[in-house]
């Protein structure tokens, strides 16, 4: 289950809205999970990860302390590396659900997912990347292109179980040591599947 004792990633998701992207509850759940959080201090930095399946199984969690200039950096930093280890623990063709509390950040992934989807030229979404981010933002968008599905969700700091591994590092640090390994979540339950609608669930073959 999730860390501290909070909701599960997928919990958390589900409750939480997705910039430019409506998601019923049945029909868009992920395969993985990856919470990340970035902070700012003048003395330095601190990026926390939270990677779980859909099952609330804990695949990762990282907690680093990492110099950064300032709080966007951070963040876009955070997912950045996220994304970089979720990559290396699941197959390509996974479905994903980020979690930021970072407003920018979650619209600007969900947009960049909407215009990939685009074929006409020309964009509705406006990006807003700090300048700074530039080379975590293309970064993200990489990893972005290389999951089966991705879309980000937008939850408060105080629910984000990578805010305190990315406020206190040095009290964290242990997290760093698990083994490194890929978690598979389970198969898909009848509940985890789409429910008929009545017009045909109710109905006999003689109808």
Do not use: K
């Not at 919990?11 to 998601?23: K, V």
């Not at 902070?39 to 907690?63: A, H, K, N, P, Q």
């Not at 950064?68 to 955070?78: F, I, L, Q």
């Not at 591994?165 to 599947?193: Q, T």
């Amino acid at each position: 289950m999730a860390a501290y004792g909070r909701p599960s990633l997928r919990d958390l998701f589900d409750e939480s809205p997705t910039p430019h992207i409506a998601h019923p509850p049945r029909t868009h759940h992920r395969d993985f999970y990856v919470a990340t959080d970035g902070s700012f201090r003048e003395d330095g930095g601190g990026l926390g990860v939270v990677i779980e399946t859909r099952d609330g199984e804990c695949v990762d969690r990282l907690s680093l302390d990492h110099p950064v200039p300032d709080n966007n950096v951070a963040e876009y930093r955070a997912l950045h590396l996220g994304l970089d280890v979720l990559a290396e623990r699941t197959p390509p063709d996974a479905r994903v659900g980020v979690l930021v509390d970072h407003d920018q950040l979650a619209s600007n992934v969900n947009a960049a997912v909407l215009d990939a989807c685009r074929s006409a030229v020309g964009s509705p979404h406006r990006l807003v990347v700090p300048p700074a981010t530039d080379h975590h933002w293309r970064g993200i968008l990489a990893r972005i292109n290389g999951f089966d599905e991705i879309r980000a969700a937008r939850i408060a700091s105080g629910d984000n179980p990578a805010h305190p591994l990315a406020n206190a590092p040095e009290e964290y640090g242990h997290v760093n040591d698990g083994p490194d390994r890929c978690v598979r979540p389970e198969p898909l339950s009848s509940g985890d599947r789409p429910i008929p609608p009545p017009s045909r669930s109710d109905r006999g073959a003689s109808d």
